[in-house]
């Protein structure tokens, strides 16, 4: 920083005696004005554009520690904490929130309920039990936002959606799929967190019209969602970070492959005896039958 002041200010003040009051070498300066980037700061520089470059095709909303990852991702050796100070001198941020717009905030209150799931994460029978959620997907056009409704009991994905925003109607769409798909004749408990689109008032509303029980995680408790955690970790594992998707189009197709004709018909999962979510259905349907 001294020499980079010297630099600036060498036409109004002569290198010795601005030497003498930073208390430097008048060699060091020289040698600096030949190199003037140590091989540790074309380093830092060359690590925060790949930052920069990550921040950006996150949409702006990763944080050091998602950074870190990406950059492990590809290659780099670098620690969390170097990472956390490149983006802090770069003056990259996580988007933690949304703003509220001033003079809405009382126009949608929360509505949550208790945590009636409880992790209690194995159902007896089919519609019993569904858990939902909601996650995104990178595209080259932005964001595309999945919503999902997995059965407890075979770990079927019974419905899901998938938009361009991240609004109530893309989980309102999933569960109606659900609903649809399954037409369930007992009531069935519909287990969330509490993110903005399931603490709103349309569904509440759906909920109630459609005679399905809520029940809500903790607030910022992953675990008590964890079988819809675990679903996400899945498809993107084994498909999406495959995949670079040049539009959402394209996404949601991939999206339709991996669920309807992989996950659910083929996908052996351990906790089914090595059963896909389909097959587990329908040899517990042929024995309650007898066949």
Request: charged share 30%; hydrophobic share 40%; with cysteine.
């Amino acid at each position: 920083m001294k020499y980079a002041f010297m630099a600036e200010h060498r036409l109004l003040f002569s290198i010795r005696a601005m030497c003498r009051c930073l208390r430097v070498q008048p060699s060091g300066f020289y040698a600096w004005l030949k190199d003037p980037l140590s091989k540790r700061a074309l380093e830092d520089r060359r690590q925060t554009e790949l930052i920069r470059a990550a921040w950006s095709e996150s949409g702006k909303v990763y944080g050091y520690r998602k950074l870190h990852d990406d950059l492990a991702d590809m290659g780099e050796n670098c620690r969390p904490n170097r990472v956390a100070r490149l983006t802090r001198l770069a003056s990259i941020r996580a988007q933690l929130s949304y703003r509220r717009r001033p003079g809405h905030s009382g126009d949608k209150p929360s509505l949550a309920v208790d945590n009636t799931l409880d992790r209690q994460f194995d159902a007896e029978a089919p519609d019993k039990a569904w858990v939902t959620d909601i996650t995104y997907i990178r595209t080259h056009e932005g964001f595309a936002y999945l919503a999902v409704v997995i059965d407890l009991f075979s770990r079927l994905v019974v419905g899901w959606s998938m938009q361009a925003r991240q609004t109530t109607n893309v989980v309102l769409q999933a569960l109606l799929a659900a609903v649809w798909r399954r037409k369930p004749k007992d009531r069935v408990l519909v287990h969330s967190d509490q993110g903005s689109q399931f603490t709103s008032m349309e569904w509440a509303s759906f909920l109630k019209h459609h005679d399905l029980q809520p029940s809500m995680s903790r607030r910022g408790n992953c675990h008590d969602n964890a079988v819809a955690e675990s679903f996400f970790n899945l498809l993107k594992r084994e498909r999406i970070r495959r995949k670079v998707y040049r539009t959402r189009d394209e996404a949601r197709r991939d999206v339709f492959d991996y669920i309807e004709m992989f996950y659910n018909p083929t996908r052996k999962l351990a906790r089914n005896g090595m059963l896909s979510p389909i097959e587990f259905e329908r040899q517990h349907k042929a024995k309650a039958e007898g066949v």
